[in-house]
């Protein structure tokens, strides 16, 4: 047999940059990203086939200290299901986070490659070799890979890092399938990240996005959309942005679907 589908993992503290890096590696975006943490709430499946490999790619919810009870099972598995681990760092910040997830991967003895993340941000490169070897001797892990995931550096080169590290096996999903995510999420998904990209303060993590209806034609798709808060005073915020957040969705949504779209929101408060 000559081909080759791996699971892919991408773990690591919320705001590393996993899912900006799963969309860098898939060529179009699939997971949603932002400033703010805790931006990916689900896991989300990414596939690339190129002729007879096959990876799939696992988006995590990021770990962080706070709600590390409420998001862990998620990691959890991804780890313990996965034939390889990328675990994506920022820079030179190593949290606690960084340090279950670490213990976390080791136990489960599996092949880890490191990501150092946003090294576009790092002006004097040569200072990443003291931490370089730091980590080779703290963790010891297959392999460790300096990246953009923003700018596009080092991609090609962590792509080869994982073929190498994927089992012979036939081909999970059909070659056409890029993504789990229907079209449905990934709208309402694009909404949510407009809207938590205008938002400060800790309103993020409260706001869900649904969608009503949509309907879809050859030339134009209608939507009809919900974003639920929990509380009047958090309505009152978003009505103030949200014709500003319906203008600039749509045009974010007409980037990816390639046809016209008729884009209405509504901001209602979450029934107790
Ligand atoms: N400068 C720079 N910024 C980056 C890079 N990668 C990601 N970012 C930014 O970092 C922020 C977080 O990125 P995400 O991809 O949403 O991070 P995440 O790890 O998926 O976060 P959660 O979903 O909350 O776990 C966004 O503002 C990205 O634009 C990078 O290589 N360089
Ligand atoms: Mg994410």
């Given at each position: ?30 997971s949603i990203t932002s400033k703010h943490r805790l931006t990916t ?232």
């Amino acid at each position: 047999m000559n081909n080759i589908c791996g699971l892919v993992s991408l773990v690591g503290r919320s705001n590393v940059g996993k899912s900006t890096l799963i969309n860098r590696i898939l060529g179009h975006k699939i997971s949603i990203t932002s400033k703010h943490r805790l931006t990916t709430r689900k896991q989300i499946i990414g596939v690339k086939t190129t002729g007879n490999i096959q990876i799939i790619y696992l988006d995590t919810p990021g770990i962080i200290k706070k709600d590390y009870k409420k998001y862990n099972q998620i990691w959890i598995n991804a780890i313990k299901n996965a034939d390889c681990v990328i675990f994506v760092i920022d820079r030179m910040y190593w949290y606690f986070e960084e340090q279950i997830l670490f213990k976390h991967i080791k136990k489960n003895n599996i092949s880890i490659i490191l990501v150092i993340n946003k090294i576009d941000w790092i002006k004097n490169k040569t200072s990443l070799l003291p931490w370089l070897t730091k980590l080779y001797n703290k963790l010891q892990c297959a392999k460790i890979i300096p990246i953009s995931a923003k700018v596009g550096i080092g991609i090609k080169e962590l792509e080869s890092i994982i073929i190498s590290h994927l089992p012979k096996n036939n081909h999970y999903f059909p070659a056409k399938l890029k993504t789990d995510q229907n079209k449905r999420i990934l709208i309402a998904e694009l909404i949510r990240e407009n809207l938590i990209n205008k938002l400060h303060s800790e309103l993020p993590y409260l706001v869900d996005v649904t969608l009503e209806k949509i309907i879809n034609t050859n030339q134009t798709i209608d939507i009809n959309a919900l974003i639920i808060v929990e509380r009047n005073s958090q309505k009152h915020i978003l009505l103030g942005i949200v014709k500003k957040i319906c203008i600039e969705s749509r045009i974010a949504i007409e980037n990816i679907f390639h046809k016209n779209i008729r884009l209405k929101i509504w901001v209602k408060v979450k029934k107790h």
